[in-house]
């Protein structure tokens, strides 16, 4: 059973559209992270979301956390080729330290 | 280099072998975590380490597979009797803080597995 819920799980698009990624949760999560993996790389933190509502941009990257903090979303403007890899959201709990990832979504941008 | 650094960065093994996988986190790092990855999958979690003790263990899949921590640096995860469904990218991350839920871990490059 996977914690938490990423779609889609595929996403191919021209450059310079728009996109938004969703991760879904019924759990409560204390922050929600999001990477990006390239590949035979391990995966890079974009952004750290905490507050309930919370929106954070990065460049063209948006990112929200959602009022209950169980599910977040990441939206790109104007996407670029160098955009393109795996996305993966995070979830932390209370405790430990351990990270709940989603499954991904493997954006290819072409030009 | 200061990234966490993991070794080998592939290996192909027959099924029944025993494998060893290194991770070197970053200096001073307290928190030591494996993941593995699948095709098609997110990261699964495997084990825990604070400082040399492994307070989660809960993701280990099976008995064949153990960890250990020396020195409160490098780490090496064992997997015995290697299966098929063994084979994906075993993924380390380090962090500096263990406590609450803003610390970042930071992940090497993976050792890819493939048990033949």
């Known amino acids: 059973t996977q914690l938490l819920e990423q779609s889609p799980q595929f996403l191919s698009i021209q450059e310079g559209e728009n996109l938004t990624v969703y991760c879904n949760s019924s759990?409560?999560?204390?922050?929600l992270q999001w990477y990006r993996q390239e590949p035979g790389e391990g995966p890079v933190l974009l952004v750290t979301?905490?507050?309930?509502?919370e929106v954070k941009k990065l460049k063209r990257l948006t990112f929200q956390f959602g009022d209950a903090r169980k599910d977040s979303s990441l939206h790109i403007t104007a996407a670029q080729p160098g955009d393109t890899g795996l996305y993966l959201c995070?979830?932390?709990?209370?405790?430990?330290?351990?990270?709940?990832f989603g499954r991904g979504t493997q954006l290819t941008v072409w030009p | 280099g200061a990234g966490v650094s993991q070794s080998p960065s592939n290996k192909v093994t027959e099924k029944g072998k025993d494998v060893e996988l290194r991770c070197d986190p970053i200096?001073?790092?307290?928190?030591l975590y494996w993941y593995r990855q699948s095709l098609g999958q997110g990261l699964e979690f495997l084990i825990y380490?604070?400082?040399?003790?492994?307070?989660?263990k809960s993701g280990l899949p099976s008995d064949r597979f153990s960890a250990e921590r020396t020195g409160g640096s490098v780490s090496t995860l064992t997997i015995q009797r290697t299966q098929q469904e063994d084979s994906a990218v075993y993924l380390c991350?380090?962090?500096?803080?263990?406590?609450?839920?803003?610390?970042?871990?930071?992940f090497g490059p993976g050792t890819r597995l493939l048990v033949l």
């Open positions: 200096s001073g790092h307290t928190a």
């Open positions: 759990s409560v999560f204390s922050s």
């Open positions: 991350a380090s962090s500096q803080r263990t406590s609450g839920s803003r610390e970042t871990q930071y």
């Open positions: 380490f604070q400082g040399n003790s492994a307070p989660d």
């Open positions: 995070a979830g932390s709990g209370s405790t430990l330290g351990r990270l709940y």
């Open positions: 979301v905490v507050t309930g509502g």
